[in-house]
């Protein structure tokens, strides 16, 4: 069912469009590669993948250090991102 609810979202980015614009770009990131996960689909992989590099990316932004770890540990769904990256990560070595 959540796949359904967000294929409008995975054929709009699949296509070429942006998140840009949106609330939350990470937390749709995150739902998209939940959803594909939790069913098994292969692109769940790419979708962590982008989440994790434009979260990277946002962070490298930000000159305050303090403010960027606050950015990176104190945002739920920022610490989701890093947590899986990471999980996806270690077990892969």
Request: proline share 2%; hydrophobic share 45%; glycine share 8%.
């Given at each position: 069912?959540?796949?359904?609810?967000?294929?409008?979202?995975?054929?709009?980015?699949?296509?070429?469009?942006?998140?840009?614009?949106?609330?939350?770009?990470?937390l749709?990131e995150?739902?998209?590669?939940?959803?594909?996960?939790q069913?098994?689909?292969?692109?769940?992989?790419?979708?962590?993948?982008?989440?994790?590099?434009?979260?990277?990316?946002?962070?490298?932004?930000?000159?305050?250090?303090?403010?960027?770890?606050?950015?990176?540990?104190?945002?739920?769904?920022?610490?989701?991102?890093?947590?899986?990256?990471?999980?996806?990560?270690?077990?892969?070595?």
């Amino acid at each position: 069912m959540a796949l359904r609810e967000l294929q409008g979202v995975l054929e709009h980015v699949a296509g070429g469009g942006s998140l840009d614009g949106t609330d939350a770009p990470r937390l749709i990131e995150l739902t998209c590669y939940r959803a594909l996960a939790q069913a098994g689909d292969a692109r769940a992989d790419a979708w962590l993948a982008r989440a994790y590099e434009a979260l990277q990316a946002q962070a490298l932004r930000i000159a305050d250090a303090a403010i960027r770890r606050g950015f990176l540990h104190n945002i739920p769904h920022h610490r989701e991102i890093a947590a899986a990256w990471s999980t996806r990560h270690e077990g892969s070595r």
